[in-house]
């Protein structure tokens, strides 16, 4: 009796056609990465086969027993548009298909930060007519495991209409990458969160591995033991504020301002490993040329910023083992000047330690910073510098891509000489006479220092100090020192001991 009652339900639920899927990340206007196979995948019925168009040439897969299905396609070079269809039951044409250049644009607020945010925004809006620099955005969503696919918005190419919207770095970098590489399609695709510290975008399996970030983990259990109750005083304060809104309302006066809730507690956006899970797992499978990352606010802390190189190094071999593309080219910003808490040096210098690993560049912004703005509006200064770090790293351009960086110091007789890389064709102290520097003894009390360039290095002395041993260059949380090279890049800050 219970069986032929629910035989029709059975025989409705088996009958039923499972529509061949893709996931958001792929759709109409979409760029891919020219130079590697193509990989498409998605979801079918288990068995069925799915074959994919592009290009003039076709490719198969059966779906797996639980409907998984994958398929690659012949690399190809820079062009289009190009129709690619998919067809298995159904038929899934997408249209004005191009192949260039895709980037990941991740990080925290100031890559987040729109360009209708971004300094000179009108004019640079009204004239942002680049239908060949297109964009999608991964939904913002965090997760306890890594997921195979999240919601994202359909690519768009960048008009007037639409770039304000747009990651003002993401949306400079892409411009100057386009112009300087005889206009290949650029394919940006964003995802970030503000106010997210690096250890959300790093795999538990990466920070498990490395015994050295146990240190970020000791202070996410101190950040879980205190939020009960940190979110108990919130459910005050708004109990509170109700009270004196009603308050202020018989009165006829305004009411007060409604209080901010907690963020960044557990399972919020800041645990570890959360944004990974939700906001990178589920795209690793699209190749990309590379990534440009904006980050480290969120670390400039007394419990964070001392392990952050060892962190941020563990993120990128993360990032490029799970696309597994190789050393993908890795570009990020180093943070720029802002009167703060005393550890943004501290996060420069992780952020200066971490181009230790290959194929990695820095674009120095410490001179494009607001002092009392943690969002400057300069953002295409940002996004050039990292676009041109990406034309000697990625596309192999012999120009020089960095300001000076720091190699090595030595005492000579009164003074400490140092030597930079990355000087260009010579070094020079924008403005007039060299500031920044500072020169200490034994006891490492630093003290402001004279300095003069000589070739490639420059000396620097105090008559405050007969016996240097340690020189430092705009070691302060909104420093302004003036080194430049000839090619007008910023030298990094930078401590010798």
Same mark, same amino acid.
């Given at each position: 009796?219970?069986?032929?009652?629910?035989?029709?339900?059975?025989?409705?639920?088996? +009958? $039923?056609?499972?529509?061949?899927?893709?996931?958001?990340?792929?759709?109409?206007?979409?760029?891919?990465?020219?130079?590697?196979?193509?990989?498409?995948?998605?979801?079918?019925?288990?068995?069925?086969?799915?074959?994919?168009?592009?290009?003039?040439?076709?490719?198969?897969?059966?779906?797996?027993? %639980?409907?998984?299905?994958?398929?690659? $396609?012949?690399?190809?070079?820079?062009?289009?548009?190009?129709?690619?269809?998919?067809?298995?039951?159904?038929?899934?044409?997408?249209?004005?298909? &191009?192949?260039?250049?895709?980037?990941?644009?991740?990080?925290?607020?100031?890559?987040?930060?729109?360009?209708?945010?971004?300094?000179?925004?009108?004019?640079?809006?009204?004239?942002?007519?680049?239908?060949?620099?297109?964009? !999608?955005?991964?939904?913002?969503?965090?997760?306890?495991?890594?997921?195979?696919?999240?919601?994202?918005?359909? @690519?768009?190419?960048?008009?007037?209409?639409?770039?304000?919207?747009?990651?003002?770095?993401?949306?400079?970098?892409?411009?100057?990458?386009?112009?300087?590489?005889?206009?290949?399609?650029?394919?940006?695709?964003?995802?970030? *969160?503000?106010?997210?510290?690096?250890?959300?975008?790093?795999?538990?399996?990466?920070?498990?591995?490395?015994?050295? &970030?146990?240190?970020?983990?000791?202070?996410?259990?101190?950040?879980?033991?205190?939020?009960? #109750? $940190? !979110?108990?005083?919130?459910?005050?304060?708004?109990?509170?504020?109700? #009270?004196?809104?009603?308050?202020?309302?018989?009165?006829?006066?305004?009411?007060?301002?409604?209080?901010?809730?907690?963020?960044?507690?557990?399972?919020?956006?800041? !645990?570890?490993?959360?944004?990974? /899970?939700?906001?990178?797992?589920?795209?690793?499978?699209?190749?990309?040329?590379?990534?440009?990352?904006?980050?480290?606010?969120?670390?400039?802390?007394?419990?964070?910023?001392?392990?952050?190189?060892? /962190?941020?190094?563990?993120?990128?071999?993360? @990032?490029?083992?799970?696309?597994?593309?190789?050393?993908?080219?890795?570009? @990020?910003?180093?943070?720029?000047?802002?009167?703060?808490?005393? *550890?943004?040096?501290? &996060?420069?210098?992780?952020? $200066?330690?971490?181009?230790?690993?290959?194929? !990695?560049?820095?674009?120095?912004?410490?001179?494009?910073?607001?002092?009392?703005?943690?969002?400057?509006?300069?953002?295409?200064?940002?996004?050039?510098?990292?676009?041109?770090?990406?034309?000697?790293?990625?596309?192999?351009?012999?120009?020089? @891509?960095?300001?000076?960086?720091?190699?090595?110091?030595?005492?000579?007789?009164?003074?400490?000489?140092?030597?930079?890389?990355?000087?260009?064709?010579?070094?020079?102290?924008?403005?007039?006479?060299?500031? +920044?520097?500072?020169?200490?003894?034994?006891?490492?009390?630093?003290?402001?220092?004279?300095?003069?360039?000589?070739?490639?290095?420059? %000396?620097?002395?105090?008559?405050?100090?007969?016996?240097?041993?340690? %020189?430092?260059?705009?070691?302060?949380?909104?420093?302004?020192?003036?080194?430049?090279?000839?090619?007008?890049?910023?030298?990094?800050?930078?401590?010798? /001991?």
């Amino acid at each position: 009796m219970s069986f032929l009652r629910f035989l029709p339900l059975f025989a409705i639920v088996t +009958g $039923l056609r499972a529509d061949v899927t893709l996931p958001p990340i792929l759709s109409n206007h979409m760029i891919l990465q020219r130079g590697v196979p193509t990989h498409l995948w998605g979801k079918a019925a288990p068995g069925e086969s799915v074959t994919a168009t592009f290009r003039g040439a076709s490719a198969t897969a059966k779906a797996d027993p %639980v409907g998984k299905w994958s398929l690659y $396609l012949p690399a190809g070079e820079a062009g289009g548009p190009f129709p690619l269809t998919v067809q298995a039951a159904n038929t899934i044409a997408y249209d004005d298909v &191009l192949v260039g250049d895709v980037w990941v644009a991740s990080g925290q607020s100031n890559i987040e930060l729109p360009l209708i945010r971004s300094g000179n925004a009108q004019a640079e809006i009204k004239n942002a007519n680049f239908p060949k620099i297109r964009r !999608t955005r991964v939904d913002r969503k965090t997760a306890e495991y890594p997921l195979d696919e999240q919601g994202a918005t359909p @690519w768009t190419a960048t008009t007037p209409e639409n770039a304000g919207g747009m990651s003002g770095v993401a949306y400079y970098f892409a411009r100057h990458i386009q112009e300087t590489q005889q206009g290949v399609p650029v394919g940006i695709i964003e995802s970030f *969160w503000g106010g997210t510290p690096v250890e959300a975008w790093t795999s538990l399996r990466a920070i498990a591995e490395d015994p050295g &970030l146990m240190p970020m983990f000791a202070n996410w259990a101190r950040v879980g033991e205190g939020w009960g #109750a $940190l !979110t108990q005083k919130y459910e005050m304060d708004v109990k509170q504020w109700e #009270a004196d809104s009603a308050k202020a309302k018989a009165e006829g006066k305004a009411a007060p301002r409604r209080p901010g809730a907690p963020f960044g507690g557990p399972g919020g956006p800041k !645990t570890p490993a959360s944004l990974y /899970n939700a906001m990178i797992a589920p795209i690793v499978a699209y190749p990309i040329k590379g990534v440009i990352w904006y980050q480290g606010e969120g670390n400039a802390r007394p419990a964070l910023a001392p392990v952050y190189a060892r /962190n941020f190094m563990a993120m990128i071999r993360d @990032w490029r083992r799970a696309w597994g593309l190789g050393d993908f080219p890795f570009i @990020w910003a180093q943070l720029p000047n802002y009167k703060e808490n005393g *550890w943004w040096p501290d &996060l420069r210098e992780a952020q $200066l330690q971490s181009l230790a690993l290959a194929n !990695t560049g820095m674009a120095v912004t410490i001179d494009v910073g607001a002092a009392d703005n943690l969002h400057p509006p300069n953002k295409k200064d940002v996004g050039v510098r990292m676009a041109i770090a990406a034309r000697g790293v990625a596309y192999g351009e012999k120009i020089e @891509w960095s300001g000076p960086l720091y190699r090595t110091a030595a005492r000579e007789g009164g003074a400490m000489r140092v030597w930079f890389d990355h000087t260009g064709r010579s070094m020079e102290g924008k403005g007039g006479a060299l500031k +920044g520097f500072e020169v200490a003894g034994a006891d490492k009390k630093f003290v402001a220092a004279e300095a003069r360039i000589e070739g490639n290095t420059v %000396v620097v002395s105090s008559s405050a100090v007969a016996d240097p041993a340690f %020189v430092r260059y705009d070691w302060d949380d909104a420093p302004e020192g003036n080194l430049y090279n000839s090619e007008g890049l910023p030298a990094s800050p930078f401590r010798s /001991n």
